[in-house]
Every structure is written in structure tokens, then in C-alpha cells.
């Protein structure tokens, strides 16, 4: 059974950083690219970026280039998404993804719960 | 950018036919995934390639795409079905995943 489980929630301060992850279970985790979604509260999905964990070919949106970094440890079949000096505005529900076939996301995670406030 | 176009809302009595649009510029080119997404859950996966169920979705759930607007039909409506539904494709063009804005389906 393909499982993808995210780490519990965090509470931050302005400016601090902060390494969210996702485990991946039940597929071979190198052989299919995990995405992260963002949805703000009370609003909608948008997309973040993916990474291939095979050979950590990483895409960004334009949205979040920059903003954010994509990770993955194949070794422990981990997926990571990072802030470096987060924002009130980073304040949000995170999922992780698994694209099994072009181009959707078959499973989610259960989501991380970031608030970012002083 | 590419953009999907949903409407925020629709409502249906249940037993009746929901039908949520999601428009953009020839979107009968591409590829067009449905997500359902129930308050306190993450998205759920109803139909993708335009009109595919995955395993364990009911038949109830269909989807259809032409010309600027791909629809996703809910048949025989139940109260279960109150959710917020996302469309979703991959832009060819820029390598970009877009969401469209997501609608509110309420039973009523």
C-alpha cells in the first residue's frame, strides 16, 4: 500500500527556519517524482514544485523559485521541503504528493500545519 | 501562465446531477485531473485523464473534456459528496502543474 506520511505540525517565529518532511512506503521511491502543494487557510491548492528522488531533478514553481528548497534522502525514502527565514505569509497547510503516472498526484500525505507567527 | 477557471460554487439537491466546469484556453488538449477535498482532509484523487476513476471511486463520478472546458459530473448526488473540487493539468508548455481555483459543492 503506497503511503505517504509528513511530519506533525510547527509553530515559528518570523524569520526562522524550518525543514518540513515526507516519508514515502509501499513503492520504490526512487522511480516517481513527489510534489508539494500549499493551501493557505480558507483558500486552494497551489503547486510548489516536484522532485524526482532518483537523481533529485527538482522543479519550482515561479511562484515559490527562491522562496523555498526541495529535498530528497533516498536512503531513508524521505522527501523534504525548507524555509530558511519563513513569513507570516508561509502560515499554511503543506501536502506532499506521489505521481505515479503523467502528470497527477495519485496519494497525498496527511499535510503539515505551519503558523508562522511572532 | 496557464489559468483554469472554476466557478466557487455549486449547489444540488441530492439524487440530482452536480456539474462542476473547470475553463481554460483549449483545455481539450490537454489532459484535465479532478481532486475532491473534504473540510480537515487532504485532496482525494476522483478522476484523472480527463474521465478515468481510479479504484474505489464510485461510478457516480465522471468526467468529460472538449474544446475550452472540461467538466466533472456527479451523478445520483449524496450528502457525502459535499466536498471542495479542484481541476487540475500539466502545462506542456512551461513545465508548470496548475490548479484551477477549486469549487465549493454544497448538497443541499
Known amino acids: 500500500e503506497v503511503q505517504l506520511v509528513q511530519s506533525g505540525a510547527e509553530v515559528k517565529k518570523p524569520g526562522e527556519s524550518l525543514k518540513i518532511s515526507c516519508k514515502g512506503s509501499g513503492y520504490s521511491f526512487t522511480s516517481y517524482w513527489i510534489g508539494w502543494v500549499r493551501q493557505m487557510p480558507g483558500k486552494g491548492l497551489e503547486w510548489m514544485g516536484i522532485?524526482?528522488?532518483?537523481?533529485?531533478?527538482?522543479r519550482y514553481s515561479p511562484s515559490f523559485q527562491g522562496q523555498v528548497t526541495i529535498s530528497a534522502d533516498k536512503s531513508i525514502s524521505t522527501a523534504y521541503l525548507q524555509w530558511s527565514s519563513l513569513k507570516a505569509s508561509d502560515t499554511a497547510m503543506y501536502y506532499c504528493a506521489i505521481r505515479l503516472r503523467p502528470y497527477y498526484f495519485d496519494y497525498w500525505g496527511q499535510g503539515t500545519l505551519v503558523t508562522v507567527s511572532s | 501562465s496557464y489559468v483554469l477557471t472554476q466557478p466557487p460554487s455549486v449547489s444540488v439537491a441530492p439524487g440530482k446531477t452536480a456539474r462542476i466546469t473547470c475553463g481554460g484556453n483549449?483545455?481539450?488538449?490537454?489532459?484535465v485531473h479532478w481532486y475532491q477535498q473534504k473540510p480537515g482532509q487532504a485532496p482525494v484523487l476522483v478522476i484523472y485523464?480527463?474521465?478515468d476513476r481510479p479504484s474505489g471511486i464510485p461510478e457516480r463520478f465522471s468526467g468529460s473534456n472538449s474544446g475550452n472546458t472540461a467538466t466533472l459530473t456527479i451523478s445520483r448526488v449524496e450528502a457525502g459528496d459535499e466536498a471542495d473540487y479542484y481541476c487540475?493539468?500539466?502545462?506542456?508548455?512551461?513545465?508548470?502543474?496548475?490548479f484551477g481555483g477549486g469549487t465549493k459543492l454544497t448538497v443541499l
Open positions: 487540475q493539468v500539466w502545462d506542456s508548455s512551461s513545465d508548470l502543474w496548475v
Open positions: 522532485i524526482y528522488p532518483g537523481d533529485s531533478d527538482t
Open positions: 483549449n483545455i481539450g488538449s490537454k489532459s
Open positions: 485523464y480527463d474521465s
